[in-house]
């Protein structure tokens, strides 16, 4: 890595030392990569027993842990993998003779933070009083609202290409981002999908954890990796209230656990087949799809020391080859080949059929592959690394779709090859030390498939260079996170610190080929594009950045009664960014309370400040253009804009060879006072045990988004006049937007012998002034007011549920291993936001007038009340039944082999997607200028089969 990284690393030495020599302070709730117990050992009387040894066998490894209660009998395990295990609580030397040992059985998930009372017996009982396990073992210590859904339920249903990150949608408060968008990938981003958001806030405002070490693209804001569903144990969801050792978004957390071996060897080998064959017709082409998939799979884990050492190794590939469909109506298409014709232009036509859509060929070819070894050691600590590995070769997987031309598409490698370790070590008979660190190599590309021009005719068709987003992107990523563990009687605590850092270099020419927007097809057809319609850049479009980012925490966790625990902590995050003012007034205080009145019902309540983070690809454009100022002489990429009536505007469709004599540049900037974007956030709850083992949980949340981030014109009056007449447009970033999120989030979840399931319904509103993405700009520069609405991710309501049911697997005949699993989703309405196709005198995108008398020129002014509002539009509902039914047959002790048939979209539910938001030119109360306008630009797949098969030993 470069010296300027390291530069800012020099900084951080300080507060880091100061986290770590301060250890001693404070504590959080539960671990982010194991569970916690916290007990008590009691006599029959119920009075607590001093001294008494207590050991957790897990049932999956043998790994025995041991610890020792204290004078007052309590004691505390912080860092228990994942599993079901012996608790036991037996007599030593200091105290309790005469009394039976007493045992429970508990299963413990991800992140859970458990308590649990060891009742044992007097004189007379049995020399071991045993206690079954409850059926479900509820979190009393847990103050933050989250959820995990772990490997034995995303096994049982089916997932469509078999992505990790779907799980979290089986959970309350997640749901897919409204990006608009029938991308395959987004943005730089190279795991499959276009985010997900929680609680309704951008899907950037998350963080993805994997094995407690970041998992993000710090560029796009979305997973910045991808591993094979059979190489996940668990992933916890956290949607509100997340303990002080989760920061860097202000959103959700996901906290993915990869899997471990254990004490005996265990592998399976999969293979699935889609075809088109076995699928119906797209709903937009009205023919069945090319389509042809194999992923494929194996995995072995065991010991390699019986007790001490396990290995677990996993690989999965797909091939996908199908395609995507063209909405462009086949008379527009060859209107537009018509013009494009008569004036020469150098690129490829509109290659749509006159009567319907057009499919064009897209492909997705993965590869990935994990590796991990655990080591018990022998005074209860443990060792873990991790090696997986990622690659991505696919074609015409962004850009292309709907309206846009295949020759806006680009296709997309990315090869990332990352290595983990971590320790827990016990430092004395109650502290802890636990150490992560990883490094992350990856290198991402989508080279664009055409050269020439960019060309967006609004609503019709967009073609040409894909000239919106980066075409590479190469990351170096290391850190490195500390944390102390102390158990001081009533009080757990726990405090570290996280160091990430970043070598970014960013590819971005942006409209190098020259870029075109007009209003309508008459408006093509004639020449006449946009103000500000024209936009070309000159330049070396490669800048690379060093980005440290730091976070300090300290938590205690109080068992103030029995009934009573209080999560108190502290956070406080800081990025340096280069040319920014590093803004340090970052302190995010954490508070959460769990109280358990009786027993199966816990009552959880938690508010905090969650700061989030700047996206690398908001910093990098900054830097790229004049290294954040309006100084042509540190220009890397000139860019200029363009109006028709502007002295030497460029006719379509010509291209300048050379930067024009008489242009003035456009700047993009970053406020150098920025500050980080933060959320306030406040739950209570309540999770009650239901008969049947069901669990009930009922929730209100509250999120407020403070200071997110946009980007407005600060050089262009409300005429399109110019404040400084020799610059163009100069955008800066700025944190100067809000949101507001409320929320009720029911989920009821249950498991028992023979069947598992979860029901999980959202009801809420989310409110804000500025739109998805970072890039996000007013329809007024200079009165954000006019874009208060609807938040993009406003979804009214959504319900998901979840279930599998099989037979014995111990029968022999015919009915013995079946097993029928499946999903149901319903989500309401997106909004979106109608537009003319044109500009305002702003340069900004115009809205429809909302009645006459406001005048022609209140709306190129973009006033509020002349315009319509932002997010007014109304999308598309949601319906969708994925099915899967499967056959086990078993030979011997340990070998099996499944067959199995997924169905999705089982109903063939015709789900459109992607509205055409382009109202036209004109009045609002009149009929739109545009046949295409709220139609869908894209559908979901309908009704596809997929045939596997998985060996097990």
């Known amino acids: 890595m470069q010296g300027k990284v390291w530069g800012g690393l020099r900084g951080a030495a300080v507060p880091v030392c100061l986290a770590l020599c301060c250890c001693g302070v404070a504590f959080a709730q539960q671990a982010v990569t194991a569970a916690s117990v916290t007990g008590e050992v009691v006599d029959p009387a119920g009075a607590r027993v001093a001294g008494a040894a207590v050991t957790a066998l897990q049932d999956e490894t043998g790994v025995v842990t041991r610890v020792e209660a204290d004078g007052a009998g309590r004691f505390r395990m912080p860092y228990l993998p994942p599993g079901r295990y012996l608790l036991r609580a037996e007599m030593t030397a200091r105290g309790g003779a005469g009394m039976a040992a007493a045992e429970q059985r508990v299963t413990l998930a991800v992140g859970a933070s458990v308590g649990v009372t060891l009742r044992m017996g007097g004189v007379e009982t049995a020399s071991t009083v045993a206690v079954q396990a409850d059926a479900v073992t509820l979190e009393t210590n847990r103050s933050q609202q989250s959820e995990v859904v772990a490997r034995r339920e995303f096994e049982a249903i089916p997932f469509q290409g078999r992505n990790y990150l779907d799980a979290t949608l089986l959970t309350p408060g997640v749901s897919s981002t409204n990006t608009a968008s ?9 795991v499959v999908g276009q985010g997900y958001s929680v609680n309704s806030q951008r899907n950037f405002s998350n963080s993805v954890l994997v094995d407690g070490l970041s998992a993000n693209d710090d560029a796009s804001g979305l997973a910045g990796n991808l591993y094979s569903q059979d190489a996940v144990q668990e992933v916890q969801v956290v949607t509100s209230g997340g303990q002080a050792e989760f920061g860097r978004a202000l959103g959700g957390y ?9 004490d005996a060897w ?5 293979g699935l087949l889609r075809n088109r064959v076995l699928n119906a017709a797209n709903a937009l082409s009205r023919s069945t799809l090319p389509l042809t998939q194999v992923q494929a799979g194996a995995s072995i ?4 020391q019986r007790g001490r050492t396990f290995v677990f190794g996993n690989y999965e590939g797909r091939r996908l080859n199908t395609a995507g469909v063209l909405t462009i109506a086949g008379a527009n298409a060859a209107a537009i080949n018509a013009r494009l014709n008569a004036v020469g232009y150098a690129g490829p036509r509109l290659a749509v059929a006159s009567g319907g859509s057009t499919l064009y060929p897209t492909t997705v070819h993965t590869d990935v592959a994990l590796v991990r070894v655990d080591r018990a050691l022998r005074n209860d600590g443990r060792l873990s690394a991790r090696w997986n590995t990622y690659s991505l070769r696919g074609a015409n997987v962004r850009g292309a779709g709907g309206i846009a031309d295949v020759s806006y598409g680009t296709a997309l490698t990315d090869d990332n090859q990352t290595a983990a370790v971590s320790a827990e070590i016990p430092l004395g008979a109650r502290t802890w030390s636990e150490t992560r660190a990883q490094y992350v190599h990856d290198v991402l590309n989508a080279p664009p498939n055409v050269e020439s021009p960019a060309v967006v005719v609004s609503g019709v068709a967009n073609f040409g260079r894909y000239s919106f987003s980066p075409i590479g992107r190469a990351d170096d990523m290391g850190e490195l996170v500390q944390n102390f563990v102390l158990e001081r009687g009533a009080h757990a605590f726990k405090a570290g610190a996280d160091l990430l850092v970043h070598e970014d270099t960013i590819t971005f020419p942006q409209a190098i080929r020259g870029s075109y ?9 004639s020449g006449q594009y946009n103000v500000g319609g024209y936009t070309q850049s000159f330049g070396n479009g490669v800048i690379t950045q060093g980005n440290p980012n730091l976070g300090v925490y300290a938590q205690d966790e109080w068992r103030a009664a029995r009934k009573l625990t209080l999560n108190l902590g502290v956070r406080w995050d800081l990025q340096w960014i280069e040319t920014i003012r590093t803004d340090t007034n970052n302190v995010s205080p954490r508070v959460g309370l769990a109280w358990s009145p009786r027993e199966g019902t816990v009552v959880r309540a938690s508010g905090g400040i969650f700061y989030d983070r700047i996206p690398l690809r908001a910093s990098a454009n900054a830097l790229l253009f004049s290294r954040n100022t309006t100084d042509p002489a540190q220009s890397r990429l000139l860019s200029y804009t363009y109006s028709p009536t502007t002295p030497g505007a460029p006719v379509f469709p010509s291209v300048a060879s050379a930067p024009p004599a008489n242009a003035v540049i456009n700047y993009t900037l970053m406020n150098r006072g920025l500050a980080l974007p933060y959320s306030t956030q406040a739950s209570a709850g309540v999770e009650q045990v239901l008969p049947a083992g069901l669990v009930l949980g009922v929730s209100y949340q509250h999120v407020r988004g403070v200071h997110l981030l946009g980007q407005y014109n600060t050089n262009i009056r ?15 970033y700025d944190t100067r937007w809000n949101s507001g999120f409320d929320g009720l989030e029911v989920s009821l979840r249950g498991a028992g012998k023979f069947m598992q399931g979860r029901v999980s319904y959202v009801w809420s509103k989310a409110l804000d002034n500025v739109s998805e993405f970072f890039f996000s700009a007013p329809v007024n520069n200079f009165d954000f007011s006019v874009d208060r609405g609807r938040s993009d991710d406003d979804q009214r309501h959504r319900l998901t549920a979840n279930a599998s049911v099989h037979t014995n697997m111990a029968r022999r005949d015919w009915l013995g291993g079946w097993e029928l699993g499946g999903i149901l989703q319903y989500t309401s309405r997106l909004p979106f936001t109608l537009v003319t196709g044109a500009n305002t005198l702003q340069q900004t995108a115009a809205r429809p007038c909302v009645a006459a008398f406001y005048g022609t020129q209140a709306c190129a002014f973009a006033l509020k009340g002349a315009v319509l509002p932002r997010n007014t539009g109304v999308g598309f509902d949601y319906v969708r039944v994925d099915a899967r039914l499967s056959r086990t047959v078993s030979w011997g002790e340990r070998q099996s082999l499944n067959f199995a048939i997924q169905s999705f979209n089982l109903g063939n539910h015709r789900n459109d997607m992607v509205p055409n938001t382009t109202f036209g030119t004109g009045r609002v109360d009149r009929p739109s200028t545009n046949p295409q306008f709220g139609a869908a630009t894209a559908v979901d797949d309908a009704r596809n089969l997929e045939v596997g098969v998985r060996y097990r030993f």
């Open 266 to 270: 265990h592998g399976t080998a999969f």
């Open 301 to 304: 884990g065991g010991p390699v």
């Open 718 to 732: 409300p005429d399109g006049t110019r404040p400084d007449p020799t610059r163009g447009n100069i955008k800066p």
């Open 517 to 525: 927007t007009f209003a309508s097809l008459a408006a093509f057809q």
């Open 182 to 190: 029938t991308q395959t990938f987004a943005e730089t981003a190279s």
């Open 254 to 262: 996901v906290n993915v656990l990869t899997r471990s071996g254990g």
